[in-house]
């Protein structure tokens, strides 16, 4: 069993910075970071296969956000950079087990077993 807490969530005004982090309970495969607004679909934002030799980031957030990971601190991380209004929603962590089949950087959200309890992060129009 996997748990994923996550951090680093807040308010910040447009054209700011926020860090958000995540820490696994054991070691896992890839990683992504999702989110959803208020009245809207869950968005994948970016993902990172287990070594961290490979992301994917959404086109909406690309240029601004960066997904990272430790894994010897079994930790995942979300830079985002230049921060818009439309970023606002709650940030989930979502992880595969380790040694699970590869996931190929994909940001279907179906294909992630294990989710945190997500972080919100409002951007004030």
């Known amino acids: 069993q996997v748990q994923l807490v996550e951090s680093g969530g807040g308010s910040v005004q447009a054209g700011g910075s926020l860090s958000l982090s995540c820490v696994a309970s054991v070691r896992t495969g890839c990683m992504a970071w999702f989110r959803q607004a208020p009245g809207k679909q869950r968005e994948g934002v970016a993902t990172i296969i287990s070594s961290g030799g490979y992301t994917h980031t959404t086109d909406s957030v690309k240029g601004r956000f960066t997904i990272s990971r430790d894994n010897a601190k079994n930790t995942l991380y979300l830079k985002m950079n230049n921060l818009k209004p439309e970023d606002t929603a709650m940030y989930y962590c979502?992880?595969?087990?380790?040694?699970?089949?590869?996931?190929?950087?994909?940001?279907?959200?179906?294909?992630?077993?294990?989710w945190g309890q997500g972080t919100q992060v409002t951007v004030p129009s």
């Open positions: 979502a992880a595969v087990a380790a040694g699970d089949r590869p996931c190929y950087a994909t940001l279907d959200a179906d294909r992630y077993a294990y």
